[in-house]
């Protein structure tokens, strides 16, 4: 995906408002933003056009803002087919996972000072097009809820792969 870094340059969002440098990001060459709700229809997510292959591994390091069970919602949806694949809340206190759409395929690793990386692997059909949400996915949320973010990568195969820092465009790993 385009800007991993930089959530305010992405175009798939709604009804949020992303703050730069809010608190130091577990990467020396990373910030934390801040992305608040700013609606109660409040939408974020990693576009992944079309991808070829049958398994998807979307990844992302956030951490706790506002509260343990808010701007806690995460989705991989299949807007080809208009399904949400794999849908879950993770509870920022305990970092315990509760599906809502699916059972299975999330993990969350620690990795410092409040941060975690949230790990979703999905299989879906080939060539359709794929939304990763973070934080929010249009569920009714409270206006002001917030979670922090520093970087996120969506790739084709069943595992995350070392990080691949992007800016204006997609990157593929040879």
Request: proline content about 4%; some cysteine.
């Amino acid at each position: 995906a385009a800007y991993s870094e930089d959530p305010r340059s992405w175009t798939a969002k709604g009804n949020v408002t992303t703050t730069a440098n809010a608190l130091e990001g577990p990467l020396e060459s990373s910030n934390g933003w801040k992305i608040e709700s700013t609606s109660t229809g409040t939408n974020i997510y990693v576009d992944r056009p079309n991808p070829t292959g049958t398994t998807l591994t979307c990844w992302t390091v956030v951490k706790k803002g506002s509260g343990a069970t808010e701007a806690n919602e995460f989705r991989i949806r299949d807007d080809t087919a208009g399904t949400d694949i794999l849908k879950f809340e993770i509870n920022w206190d305990t970092n315990a996972i509760t599906y809502v759409q699916g059972s299975s395929g999330v993990s969350v690793e620690n990795v410092g000072n409040g941060w975690i990386k949230v790990i979703a692997t999905v299989s879906w059909t080939s060539g359709n097009q794929l939304r990763y949400n973070i934080g929010f996915s249009s569920a009714p949320v409270g206006v002001g809820e917030y979670f922090y973010y520093s970087h996120a990568q969506v790739e084709i195969g069943s595992f995350p792969t070392s990080y691949i820092p992007t800016t204006t465009s997609t990157v593929q790993r040879t």
